[in-house]
């Protein structure tokens, strides 16, 4: 009885090493005693000739003879093209929170802008008024105010 070749198909999840590629396998299987349905996950080194592959690309690899210390798998072919940035996802998020942080810093400043008080008095003129109301002088609207409630 001869040996018979494997085929997988997976999705390339790096392609940072020359004529290498590496592809991620993933089985669904069920425990055999409590029967959860179990997730596994299973990476292969695979040989790519002429660095045709890209990230998230699907593919089928087939058994080989051993190329190197952990290579055993050949690209066959590519099934379909895959939509992966090539961006690290620290990148993409540090740039996000760099926006949202601009947009943040700019609402602050449109709201305190539209929540400023009027041109104010001056210094001098607020310290007159603070000490013509240490000396005891009563305000206009204080005593007009008073004035309505005795009457009443």
Not at 52 to 57: A, K, R
Not at 61 to 67: A, D, F, H, N, V
């Amino acid at each position: 009885m001869g040996s018979q070749e494997k085929a997988q198909i997976g999705t390339v999840v790096s392609t940072k090493m020359d004529k290498t590629v590496v592809v991620r396998i993933d089985r669904q299987k069920r425990h055999r005693l409590y029967g959860k349905t179990l997730r596994t996950t299973h990476r292969y080194k695979a040989h790519d000739e002429n660095n045709e592959c890209s990230l998230g690309d699907i593919v089928r690899i087939s058994e080989t003879r051993p190329l190197s210390r952990e290579k055993r798998w050949r690209v066959m072919e590519i099934i379909t093209k895959g939509d992966v940035a090539d961006v690290a996802p620290r990148e993409i998020g540090a740039r996000i929170i760099e926006e949202t942080l601009e947009a943040a810093a700019a609402e602050e400043a449109a709201r305190r802008a539209a929540e400023a008080p009027p041109v104010s008095a001056t210094p001098e003129q607020e310290a007159t008024v603070d000490e013509a109301e240490a000396a005891g002088a009563p305000a206009d609207e204080s005593d007009e105010s008073e004035g309505e409630e005795t009457e009443s």
